[in-house]
């Protein structure tokens, strides 16, 4: 329950598209990340929607798809 009120926290600071408004920072890999560990993609789409789609967005970012491919199973 702590965590999940800490996620609240940083979604609040989410502005979207990505993080921090219109232009992609690594704010919005780390958000990337963190949402493909724990609690996991579908809790972050429930509970912090904006956080969830900035990981979307750098998820199909060019720059970073190979790293996401080589590194991590396909997001949920």
């Given amino acids: 329950e702590h965590l999940a009120s ?3 926290v940083v979604e609040q600071a989410c502005v ?7 232009r992609f920072s690594a704010l919005d890999i780390f958000v990337a990340a963190m949402t493909r560990w724990r609690p996991n ?5 429930e509970h912090c929607p904006r956080l969830a789609a900035a990981a ?3 998820d199909v970012h060019p720059g970073l ?6 590194n991590f199973a396909p997001a949920a």
Avoid: D, K
Wanted: glycine content about 8%.
């Fill in 41 to 45: 993609r579908p809790w972050f789409a």
């Fill in 6 to 8: 800490l996620w609240q």
């Fill in 56 to 58: 979307r967005a750098a």
């Fill in 16 to 22: 979207g598209p990505h993080f921090l408004g219109e």
């Fill in 65 to 70: 798809l190979p790293v996401w491919t080589r």
